[in-house]
């Protein structure tokens, strides 16, 4: 299938050809047809499958086509993102997409000064890309109105649940025309969102890719069985390896991600943090060093990770292991993206075992240990781990088989070659 084949017009194959997109990913193959079709749509997707360009394009061939005369007098067509990160994004994915159309967009989102968000909207926007909290301040400060909005996208809606904004969601829906196309997008159902699911949209199209169980097929995953006090030894033994460029990697606490960052700041590698505590501007600051490769490590917790897009993102270290599996697969889900090939190893230790073994039999997955490391675990021995439908892996954690035997690639097996 090529994007030709989708009947998109001749602006936006230009702009895919010049982003180097060839083909349409799963999502984008099902979902660009519905939404050009005018029907509503309920995407579970996480991201990394190309879900911002399966409403993204649609949108700008519609409004290309619906508003021959283009006053940029009222906005359009509305989408709703949850984190600051995941607005600009989309901001950026709509204007590579549409730099041959006038269409124009802006993005509003809080923790920074309100000046140049409504100068903008001033000047008037066709498509508006909002997180919900400055959405409703500026609405009710008068400077937006959403009465000709003909298409609202609802994004990433578990994470909105998961961050407490989902009220503030609801306000946002209440103030839209009943008139409109709908596209929900979630990487997860809980009742909550499937109940506000089935109250705004009306007999939605239904596409599904990459259930949140299965991880993604172009990431090859090791882990390291290890001592919790010998983490950062290992983590910097690791980073030796040179062809780790870009590495993401998690904490469970925005204390740890601290505490990492200082340890490779000792151990000479360039690395800043990203979570919550961090100021939005101290956030875009370490995300814009890290995708201008100013420095090499993202340490990051889920919370401010998620919907983190980071082209040529190459590996993702857990140094420590999530308690709710799924995490494991959307913290994974940052490598390999849109069909690259990417790396995802575990620190494993002794009191994550139990959460090790969770991911193990959510996954049903066999991921290989890697062996002969200098940091081995000495807390326990042979671990049996039992998958559902017969699979078993034994896992080995004393069986060193010595450091330096003449294996260089330290990630070792899972392993489609780079
Ligand atoms: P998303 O799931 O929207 O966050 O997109 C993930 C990444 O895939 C982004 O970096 C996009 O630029 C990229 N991408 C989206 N669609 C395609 C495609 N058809 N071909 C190649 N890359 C794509």
Redesign the pocket.
Do not use: C, I, M, V
């Given at each position: 299938m090529t994007?030709s084949e989708l009947n998109l017009i001749a602006p936006i194959l230009q702009a895919?050809e010049k982003?180097?997109?060839?083909?349409?990913?799963p999502i984008?193959e099902q979902a660009i047809p519905i939404v050009l079709a005018r029907r509503d749509l309920l995407g579970c997707?996480?991201?990394?499958?190309?879900?911002?360009?399966?409403f993204a394009i649609p949108i700008l061939q519609i409004l290309h086509s619906e508003h021959a005369e283009r006053t940029h007098k009222n906005i359009k067509v509305l989408i709703l993102t949850p984190t600051r990160e995941l607005a600009i994004?989309i901001g950026e994915?709509f204007a590579a997409y549409g730099a041959h159309l006038r269409l124009k967009h802006t993005v509003i989102f809080g923790g920074v000064p309100q000046g140049a968000q409504t100068q903008a909207l001033n000047r008037g926007v066709d498509i508006l890309i909002a997180t919900p909290g400055r959405l409703l301040d500026l609405m009710n400060q008068g400077y937006i109105n959403l009465k000709e909005i003909s298409i609202f996208v609802l994004d990433e809606a578990d994470r909105m649940l998961d961050m407490g904004f989902i009220h503030d969601v609801k306000r946002v829906i209440a103030k839209l025309p009943h008139q409109r196309q709908t596209l929900f997008f979630s990487a997860t159902m809980p009742p909550e969102i499937q109940k506000l699911s089935e109250t705004i949209l009306t007999k939605p199209e239904k596409v599904e890719v990459t259930p949140a169980a299965t991880t993604a097929e172009t990431v090859s995953q090791t882990v390291y069985m290890v001592d919790k006090k010998d983490k950062k030894q290992l983590l910097n033994f690791v980073l030796q390896d040179k062809s780790i460029t870009r590495v993401l990697v998690f904490t469970r606490t925005k204390h740890g991600a601290d505490k990492v960052v200082k340890d490779l700041d000792k151990a000479g590698i360039s690395a800043e943090a990203i979570h919550g505590n961090k100021s939005q501007n101290a956030r875009q600051r370490a995300l814009n060093n890290f995708k201008e490769g100013k420095i090499r490590a993202l340490i990051a917790t889920d919370i401010a990770a998620r919907?983190i897009?980071v082209?040529l993102l190459s590996h993702v270290i857990n140094y420590e292991i999530p308690e709710v599996p799924e995490t494991y697969v959307h913290r994974i889900g940052r490598t390999g993206?849109?069909?690259a090939s990417g790396m995802a190893t575990s620190f494993v230790d002794d009191e994550e075992m139990q959460d090790w073994r969770n991911i193990l039999k959510l996954t049903a997955q066999k991921i290989p240990v890697v062996e002969g490391h200098p940091y081995p675990r000495t807390a326990s021995g042979q671990v049996q781990i039992n998958l559902p439908k017969n699979k078993e892996v034994v896992h080995r954690p004393n069986a060193v088989a010595g450091f330096n035997s003449g294996n260089k690639r330290r990630f070792t097996g899972g392993g489609r070659a780079r």
């Open positions: 994007f895919l982003e180097g997109y060839k083909n349409p990913t984008q997707a996480q991201t990394g499958t190309g879900k911002t360009a399966a994004q994915s919907g897009d082209d993206r849109a069909g």
